[in-house]
């Protein structure tokens, strides 16, 4: 059996990194390129799988009764346009760095299970998600997805705050 070279091991590594509309998980995705594939290029250490959850629309409408049936369509069509904005501006964010060989993916339900189960799918090294530093009662009442995931998730979990402003 032959033994891998350290190029070979690093070649078959993955990063899953998670996005959503928001401007800090975009931050996240560019930290993510700059601190680990830019600098690399073009013999990136990691695979790269960028990965949005798209909740399911009952989930999102929190409502209940009989009108809710037709409003499902509506609040399902916005939210797989927010899904390709999302993809859209992760792989120009990508392209902007040079990075091209990526995998893009878009699943249904929760951020949190989307992301661990993605982890678990590509067999993930690392997963790289940023926070949007909810204080610890927002935290325990909404939950946290960086929170759920570095409890969760079977490898290394990077959670990335955006840098404080001094002023």
Same mark, same amino acid.
């Given at each position: 059996m032959?033994?891998e070279?350290?190029?070979? #091991? +690093? +070649?078959e590594?993955?990063m899953v ?7 800090l998980?975009?931050?996240?995705l560019? %930290? ?6 830019a600098?690399?290029?073009?013999h990136f250490?990691f695979k790269l799988?960028v990965? !949005?959850?798209k909740p #399911?629309? *009952?989930?999102v409408?929190g409502?209940a009764?009989? #009108? ?6 509506i609040v399902?069509?916005d939210?797989?346009?927010? *899904?390709? %904005? ?6 120009d964010?990508?392209?902007?760095r040079?990075v ?11 951020a949190?299970?989307?992301?661990c189960d993605?982890?678990?799918?590509h067999h993930?090294?690392?997963l790289v998600i940023?926070? !949007? ?8 009442? %909404?939950?946290?997805?960086?929170d759920y995931c570095s409890?969760h998730?079977?490898?290394t979990?990077?959670?990335v705050k955006?840098?404080?402003?001094e002023?």
């Open positions: 032959k033994e070279t350290k190029q070979e #091991r +690093q +070649q590594e993955v990194v998670g996005v959503d509309e928001s401007e998980s975009l931050y996240a560019q %930290w993510t390129l700059d601190c680990f594939f600098r690399f290029a073009p250490p799988v990965v !949005h959850a #399911r629309p *009952a989930s409408i409502l009764g009989p #009108r809710v049936i037709e409003v499902l369509p399902d069509a939210l797989r346009k927010i *899904a390709a %904005w999302v993809t859209q501006k992760a792989k964010i990508c392209n902007s040079s091209h060989d990526v995998t893009f993916q878009v699943k249904k339900y929760h949190r299970s989307v992301l993605a982890v678990e799918k993930a090294s690392v940023g926070s !949007h530093g909810h204080g610890a009662i927002k935290r325990a009442v %909404w939950g946290s997805v960086s409890h998730a079977h490898c979990v990077l959670i955006r840098p404080k402003i002023g």
